[in-house]
């Protein structure tokens, strides 16, 4: 949905009157306080701005919607926030009125919008994209200043949460649900944690540059993606904080691979770095290799050396330690893990130990429970449909450029309709049992048994071997795969 946000007096009313036309809502607010606090507060209930282009008309000038423009990326850089002052040029106003619809249609199809995300190649567009995110990236001498109007924000209060001994709780279990929990939990959740973290490693942010952080890694995610998003960076993290309490007692040690954790897939398209390297994406021609593990070590760098320098240094100090292991994410390197496992008798190596405890927790989704299991068996099988039919669109025009005009309808409509998406929050209101998923979707059986045979069932034995403490996660890897191969 497209949202059209009137920020103040406007004396230009033709200029709100011309974008209202093609905006699906129509917001009027008082200050730029209320528009982020309202933009925040729509991320916490699936608003997610990624659906459409949101515009933003605000009383200023030219500069102020430039500066207000690069606030938008740095603290909002998934949502397609766009800002317009009331003097914008007559011309530049009717270019908005027509290529709007087109790109708003853009938005709305999930194949189309994931590959405008992977392979346009453009800086300027005003629907996200990779490229457009990476050409923010700075050196770690220039750090974004929080503008005043962001810090001055009550985070907690945009908040609904119970006492923190029910996120307490919810966390110091293996049988950690995040599917049931809303937005602003998974939010509390990981404060609650990494502030105590934190805390046991003396490298405390205020409640308020924490909460900051969180928003800011929150609209950092695609909520529109069926798996990989911040329920699931909440949930690697969780699963990280867990192992470490069996394996890493060193607090500053486990509070660097807890916040490695919830940032490991920051800004993941929903895709995989074949469908990436397969068709020429420019972020593929950046890396060469571990595109995507690449391209979240750089951009969580960034948003750390702006927001928690200090946290930053210690991972330096411990031979980047962050960054090392979300690379070490790269499931083209699961067989080079494995063989580390089974050659050393004893994993004393840190690098070595840490890459191991953040792979262990990516991939526990088949050693949780069967009923939570279930639940991420059938994001990921979402997920894994959406890249088919992604697949399916770009080997069908792989001869053309996601760098169409802004306007280019022809683009839209030549495309092959990829049917209805869900919506993630409409999908987990379903709450389906293992059964009635198997019933619905067939193939998920056999996708839990090849990953569980090809991938999970020979680490996980490796590990649990080192770390015999451990060994509930195989036996829930069996109980699970006995529950899968009875339904094929």
């Not at 307490?168 to 049931?180: A, D, G, I, M, V």
């Not at 840490?354 to 979402?382: E, G």
């Amino acid at each position: 949905m497209s949202t059209l946000f009137v920020v103040g007096k406007i004396n230009r009313t033709e200029v709100t009157q011309s974008l209202a036309t093609v905006c699906d809502h129509h917001i009027q607010l008082p200050d730029l306080a209320a528009l982020f606090i309202r933009l925040y507060s729509d991320r916490l209930v699936g608003r997610s701005h990624e659906e459409g282009v949101s515009l933003v008309v605000h009383p200023g000038n030219a500069a102020e919607s430039a500066e207000l423009d690069s606030t938008f990326r740095a603290f909002f850089p998934v949502l397609n926030l766009v800002a317009i002052d009331q003097h914008v040029a007559a011309e530049r106003l009717r270019e908005l009125v027509t290529q709007l619809p087109a790109q708003n249609k853009r938005c709305r199809d999930r194949v189309r919008r994931m590959a405008h995300w992977m392979y346009h190649s453009g800086c300027s567009s005003r629907v996200y994209s990779i490229a457009r995110q990476l050409h923010t990236l700075r050196g770690t001498a220039q750090r974004r200043t929080v503008p005043p109007v962001l810090a001055a924000i009550d985070f907690a209060s945009l908040l609904t949460r119970c006492d923190d001994a029910r996120y307490w709780r919810l966390l110091s279990t293996w049988n950690f649900e995040p599917h049931t929990l809303l937005r602003s939990d998974l939010v509390w959740c990981a404060f609650v944690l990494l502030r105590k973290l934190a805390a046991d490693a003396h490298l405390q942010l205020p409640d308020q540059r924490l909460l900051l952080f969180l928003f800011t890694l929150e609209a950092s995610y695609h909520q529109v993606n069926k798996f990989h998003n911040f329920r699931h960076a909440v949930d690697v993290m969780q699963a990280t904080w867990r192992l470490c309490d069996t394996i890493l007692q060193q607090p500053l040690q486990v509070l660097l691979l807890s916040v490695a954790a919830i940032g490991h897939d920051i800004g993941h398209p929903g895709s995989n770095n074949m469908l990436l390297t397969k068709f020429r994406a420019p972020v593929a021609m950046r890396y060469q290799e571990s595109v995507l593990e690449n391209m979240h070590s750089d951009l969580f760098r960034q948003l750390l050396n702006d927001q928690w320098p200090q946290l930053l240094g210690q991972s330096h100090n411990t031979n980047n330690l962050i960054s090392d292991t979300i690379k070490a994410t790269d499931m083209a390197l699961h067989a080079e893990y494995v063989d580390k496992l089974r050659e050393n008798r004893k994993i004393d190596n840190l690098k070595t130990l840490t890459s191991l405890i953040i792979k262990a927790a990516d991939i526990s989704n088949v050693t949780r429970p069967l009923k939570i299991s279930a639940q991420w068996a059938y994001l990921i099988t979402l997920e894994f449909r959406d890249c088919s039919l992604l697949e399916e669109y770009k080997s069908a025009r792989d001869d053309e450029s996601e760098n169409e005009s802004e306007g280019n309808s022809d683009d839209d409509e030549s495309a092959r309709d990829s049917g209805d998406g869900a919506r993630v929050e409409d999908i987990l209101e379903v709450a389906l049992s293992p059964e009635e998923l198997v019933k619905k979707y067939p193939c998920i059986p056999g996708g839990q048994i090849f990953f569980i045979d090809t991938f999970a069932e020979q680490f996980f034995e490796e590990f649990c071997q080192k770390f015999p403490e451990l060994n509930f996660l195989m036996e829930n890897i069996r109980s699970n795969k006995k529950f899968w191969l009875g339904k094929l």
